[in-house]
């Protein structure tokens, strides 16, 4: 069961593993592009939620989860590197022998840093054009500022919940034929992970590049933000591995295959 995807995860492992020997500074683009498609997604996101958000309701909330699928729209149909989803397609490659660790260290490395340095360059941009003035600035800096409240092991759990999830669309779109159901699947998986609060490694990074652009708080630092996601970043690792990629990679191995219909 699931042997073909499983497969095809590991292949694909190989295949971005090859890419980055190949070219890492083309790598390391794509994984620029993600961080940018990130900021897209907070900016929309979080305008969105500042003109529907009333004081004492959870309106902002559910137009985040509305409105921030764009940025893994965006990821999965023009293309991009992203942490998160590379955690679980990794596992599955070393699970297969397909990488290497020295090869997935690596990979994980300039993914992440690709991520950093794109979210903060198009943040850069973003709060430059004076586009979240009066509008989205505000909320932006509220959600910040509530991230550095929240205990290491609460984040560390949100954390794992979060990019189960994020591995779960990743996961389904290796199985889904049809284009316009993997899209329907990636806008629901993330309304799943960000309208509860789950931490997404990513989109703190994002979220806090802004923030710190803007005129925020003193408890706001660069020390304070990098805590927050040292902890949600060794959370999503355990979430994308442990939790999502090494279940459904036990579950596929077996002496027999059965045909099981569901």
């Known amino acids: 069961m699931y042997k073909e995807e499983i497969k095809n995860v590991a292949l694909s492992a190989k295949m971005k593993s090859d890419y980055l020997n190949d070219s890492i500074i083309k790598f390391f683009l794509l994984a620029m592009m993600s961080g940018f498609f990130i900021i897209v997604g907070i900016a929309l996101a979080f305008t969105t939620a500042s003109i529907v958000n009333v004081d004492g309701t959870y309106y902002g909330k559910i137009a985040i989860g509305l409105t921030f699928p764009i940025a893994l729209g965006l990821l999965y149909f023009a293309g991009g590197e992203l942490f998160t989803g590379n955690c679980f397609i990794f596992t599955i490659g070393l699970l297969e022998k397909t990488v290497n660790l020295k090869n997935t260290i690596k990979i994980l490395i300039v993914g992440y840093l690709g991520n950093l340095t794109g979210s903060i360059v198009l943040a850069l941009l973003y709060v430059k054009s004076k586009a979240p003035i009066g509008l989205a600035d505000q909320y932006i800096e509220k959600v910040a500022e509530s991230k550095l409240i929240i205990p290491p092991d609460e984040l560390f759990l949100r954390a794992i919940l979060c990019n189960f999830i994020v591995c779960m669309s990743i996961w389904l779109c290796y199985k889904m034929k ?16 960000s309208t509860p609060g789950f931490e997404h490694s990513i989109a703190n990074m994002g979220i806090f590049a802004i923030s710190l652009m803007l005129p925020h708080a003193e408890t706001l630092t660069i020390s304070a933000a990098a805590q927050n996601l040292a902890w949600v970043t060794f959370g999503n690792i355990v979430g994308g591995s442990i939790f999502s990629a090494f279940p459904y990679w036990y579950i596929s191995k077996g002496k027999k295959q059965k045909q099981i219909s569901q």
């Open 178 to 193: 049809e284009e316009t159901a993997k899209l329907f699947m990636l806008l629901w998986c993330v309304f799943a992970f």
